[in-house]
């Protein structure tokens, strides 16, 4: 099987300081695929930097069969490669349908993007109930929704999920995490990038673990969920 992406020994620096060190790994069509690791281990940076928004200083990426070496970042988008950012980033004044749409940017199927409007309604029904309400009026956790279904209105093929359960509550996470499985249930592919290490074990086909710019550990999901280091640094065990 070919990999949908494939990272091989990517490096980004920023100035003298080189954030991911030569990491390499695969991520096979259907899969979710996990980053997990501390504050600063480069996880955003190998986000971005597949997104094009940064330039890596060595290394290289295929997506689909296709080098990513200097693809501008809308491009990247249009190959179907999409990006929920840490952060979320939403648009706060405009409303939530205005924000979904903006996700369709590069589409000119009308109807298409309707149709895809309706199922980020239906995967979030909240959106749906507000969807002439400003962004910016929505809690954190709806905000995350907003984000992941504004990612998704580009029908990607791969899913970046940049700490989708950053603030939120308990009740809340659960309900980001069971639309991720469900997303993988309906065929979306997803690298998800996580602090909240037991919940993304849990849903993760296989993970790695970064540390300082490198890949430390590797494995399945279930392996690293009961790996002894794993849990002793990253699930509060001692
Ligand atoms: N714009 C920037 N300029 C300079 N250094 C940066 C910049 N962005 C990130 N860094 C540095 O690069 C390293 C990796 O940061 P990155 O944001 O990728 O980590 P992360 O794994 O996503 O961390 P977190 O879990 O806190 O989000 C850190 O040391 C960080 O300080
Ligand atoms: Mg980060």
Known sequence: MTALLKVEDLKVAYGKIEAVKGISFEVN?????????????????????????????????????????NVPAHKIVAMKLAHSPEGRHIFPRLTITENLQLGAFLRTDKEGIEKDIQRAYDL??????????????????????????????????????????MGLSPLMMQKIMATISELKA???????????????LSLADRAHVMEIGKIVLSGTGQELLHNEDVRKAYLGED
């Open 124 to 165: 979030f029904p909240i959106l749906g109930e507000r969807r002439k309400q400003a962004a910016g009026t929505l809690s954190g956790g709806e905000q995350q929704m907003l984000a992941m279904g504004r990612a998704l209105m580009c029908q990607p093929k791969l899913l970046m999920l940049d700490e989708p359960s």
């Open 186 to 200: 309906t065929g979306t592919t997803i690298l998800l990038v996580e602090q909240n290490a037991q919940a993304a």
């Open 29 to 69: 069509e259907g899969e979710i695929v996990c980053l997990v690791g501390t504050n600063g281990a480069g996880k955003t940076t190998t986000l971005r930097t597949l997104s094009g928004l940064l330039k890596p200083s060595g290394g290289s990426v295929t997506f689909d069969g296709n080098p990513l070496a």
